[in-house]
T-cell receptor, first 117, second 109 residues
């Protein structure tokens, strides 16, 4: 079991559907992340939220829309996805260092396996 | 961000010590080195983190030479359950982390 919970575990959707991925953590972490991972590849960073504000968008297409409604929740809204968007979507969270000079390890959920038909 | 280079894959017999080396030639002064383990269909799990010299916890040791341009993750007496992909990450601060290609460790009975 992980301390970061992602739902659903699996999602199949058509290219015209709208769906959302959800992520929740109760560790008091104020940094939250979305990653995309294709098969046999490393995770690729998509978005970073710091204190519920979007701080990094790694040039992700607008068909992916993140939302952080509060400090424990992170959503990823999906619309008009393409077959190449099929992947494992990982959420992570971490503490935020006051100095910015130390790494805070990220805690990952087990992801949502997304398939686009 | 510092780029990391690791072997693509490694094989080891059960009970042996495994050392996975990561090269990070352009590591910055305030960068830490972090290792994660990932099993299929699961998220990465934090293993160990260090800045210099040696760090040890209940599952692994991390050796970092004085120039910090490389690091070695040491797994003592591996078992079949240690079969996984191991990622070395280098970065400072909490916001942006770039995963390298990772090392796929296969433990053989």
């Amino acid at each position: 079991d992980t301390e970061v919970t992602q739902t659903p575990k699996h999602l199949v959707m058509g290219m015209t559907n709208k769906k959302s991925l959800k992520c929740e953590q109760h560790m008091g972490h104020r940094a939250m992340y979305w990653y995309k991972q294709k098969a046999k590849k490393p995770p690729e960073l998509m978005f970073v939220y710091s204190y519920e504000k979007l701080s990094i968008n790694e040039s992700v297409p607008s068909r992916f829309s993140p939302e952080c409604p509060n400090s424990s929740l992170l959503n990823l809204h999906l619309h008009a996805l393409q077959p190449e968007d099929s992947a494992l979507y990982l959420c992570a969270s971490s503490l935020m260092s006051g100095t910015g000079n130390s790494n805070q390890p990220q805690h990952f959920g087990d992801g949502t396996r997304l398939s686009i038909l | 961000l510092a780029k990391t280079t690791q072997p693509i894959s490694m094989d080891s017999y059960e009970g042996q010590e495994v050392n996975i080396t990561c090269s990070h030639n352009n590591i910055a002064t305030n960068d830490y080195i972090t290792w994660y383990q990932q099993f299929p269909s699961q998220g990465p799990r934090f293993i160990i983190q260090g800045y210099k010299t040696k760090v040890t916890n209940e599952v692994a040791s991390l050796f970092i030479p004085a120039d910090r341009k490389s690091s070695t993750l040491s797994l003592p007496r591996v078992s079949l359950s240690d079969t996984a992909v191991y990622y070395c990450l280098v970065g400072g601060g909490y916001q942006k982390v770039t995963f390298g290609t990772g090392t796929k460790l296969q433990v053989i009975p």
